[in-house]
């Protein structure tokens, strides 16, 4: 059984890491997300890390609730504004509108993300296979439910994922091939969705919220895990 966990890693576009059966078994990266999913091939199961369902307006409850889960690690978790946001063409309208919808304006770093959910978002609604996760609630299930003590782009951060991922029989190669020349800690990324993917497949993922919510287009809004 082949699964593809996904992050973005900026003007590189994507990287992709693929399982079968649970183990590593190759890297791509492409400038399109559309490209990297057909080039990987037939998968059951894709994972993105990346916000796909949006709500009219508020907050989404899967965002609130993975930011109280993760704690220490809670400000990896952007609050994502409704759906009517992102569609806006500058950050100050898109904040006016924010603020009408949810009482708070975006943050830069939410809004910057912008182009890549937008494309993301169209393969999702284009893809049943497409899932949203995010990286450190998958962590935080590969740690059994304890937040990790230190940030994604330390040294001792990178190397407490890779060895969780390990413990999972998830052993990421010293070459990589494509991914070789991505930052590490956009790997572990992709690495710990394609866990999270490989737990879907298998039907034993979970999912925040346990009800989610329902997007404009009839897909619910959850994070996996």
Not at 148 to 168: C, E, F, I
């Amino acid at each position: 059984m082949d699964v593809l966990g996904i992050d973005a890693c900026g003007k590189q576009g994507w990287v992709g890491i693929k399982l079968t059966d649970g183990a590593y078994a190759g890297s791509l990266v492409d400038v399109r997300l559309e490209a990297l999913i057909e080039r990987a091939g037939r998968v059951e199961a894709i994972a993105v890390d990346m916000p796909l369902g949006l709500v009219e307006k508020g907050w989404r409850t899967a965002d609130l609730q993975a930011r109280a889960l993760l704690r220490a690690r809670r400000s990896s978790v952007f609050l994502v504004p409704p759906r009517p946001v992102w569609w806006q063409l500058d950050y100050v309208a898109a904040g006016d509108l924010c603020h009408e919808l949810t009482g708070r304006r975006p943050s830069r770093q939410a809004w910057a993300l912008a182009p890549k959910l937008l494309e993301a978002r169209a393969c999702w609604l284009a893809d049943e296979r497409v899932h949203e996760v995010h990286p450190e609630v998958s962590f935080l299930a590969l740690a059994d439910g304890v937040p990790l003590a230190y940030a994604k782009k330390t040294w001792r951060g990178q190397n407490v994922r890779r060895h969780l991922l390990a413990a999972a029989g998830l052993t990421l190669p010293d070459e990589l091939g494509e991914a070789d020349r991505i930052p590490a800690d956009d790997v572990l990324d992709a690495a710990a969705a394609a866990w999270s993917a490989h737990r879907i497949a298998l039907g034993a993922a979970g999912r925040i919220p346990e009800v989610p919510e329902v997007d404009a287009e009839g897909r619910v809004i959850e994070i996996r895990y």
